[in-house]
C-alpha cells in the first residue's frame, strides 16, 4: 500500500501532484472510498454534521471533493456485521481509500476489528490518503498528548505500517493548531523518529521511501534512541 499522510487533506497543487503521482493516473479515473469512521470518537466531529460534511465533500479539507470517478463510502464500524464477500472485493478494485481525521484510536480499533488491517498486505497498488487522525494511525504509536479515546489496549500504539509519528497541525506561535513549541514536547515522549507538519505538508511513502511534500512548515525529530547514540549514551 502507497500512503499519503496529510495534516489536513490535499490543500495545495504540490500535495495534488503527489498524489497522481501514487496514483499513477489523472484523478478524474480514479476510484475512492472514503473513510468518516475516525470522526465517530472524537467530540468535537461525530457522528453528525462533520460526518456528514466529509462524506459530501463539503468539508473545509479537500479529499472527497478532488474530482474522483466514483466516490463510496466504506464505514470499518459495520463491516463485522456483514459477509465479506460484500465489501473486500469493492476494497480490492477501489484505487484509494480517503481516511478523515478524528480520534486516531478509535480509528485504529475499527481498522483492526473490521478486518481491513488484514488487507493491508495484499494492497500493493492501493492509496492510503491520511488527513490528520486518519494519517496517525498508520504510525507506531500517536504520542499519549493525542489519547482521546481509550483503547482496549490501554495505550497510545496504532498500526505501525510506517516507523515515525506524526504530529499534525503545526502552526505558528499564536495561531490555531499545535505550536513548535508543543511539537518539541511531544516529540520528547516518542523513542522513534517523528515529524511535526502543518496543514500544508503531507508525507508519501512508497515502499521504503519517505518524501516529505510541502507548500508550509515541517519539523524532524530523530528520537530518543538517535539522541542518545548522538551524546554517547549506552
Known sequence: MKLLLTSAGVTNPTILG?????LGKP??????LCIPTAQYGHP???PGIEAWRFISGRSENPMVDLGWKSVGVLELTALPSIDEERWKPLVRET??????GGDALY???WIRQSGLADMFPSLARTVWVG????????????????VGWNSPTGDDSALG????????HLAPDGAPGNSLAAAERWAAGIPHPSYAIDDQTAISVTDDAVDVITEGLWRYFPGQAAADVTAGKP
Open 18 to 22: 503527489a498524489l497522481a503521482a501514487l
Open 27 to 32: 484523478i478524474t479515473a480514479s476510484t475512492a
Open 44 to 46: 468535537w466531529l461525530g
Open 95 to 100: 484505487d484509494v481509500l480517503l481516511a478523515a
Open 107 to 109: 480509528l485504529d480499533h
Open 131 to 146: 488527513m490528520s487522525a486518519g494519517s496517525m494511525v498508520m504510525t507506531p504509536q500517536i504520542g499519549r498528548e493525542f
Open 161 to 168: 505500517r510506517v516507523h515515525f509519528s506524526i504530529c499534525p
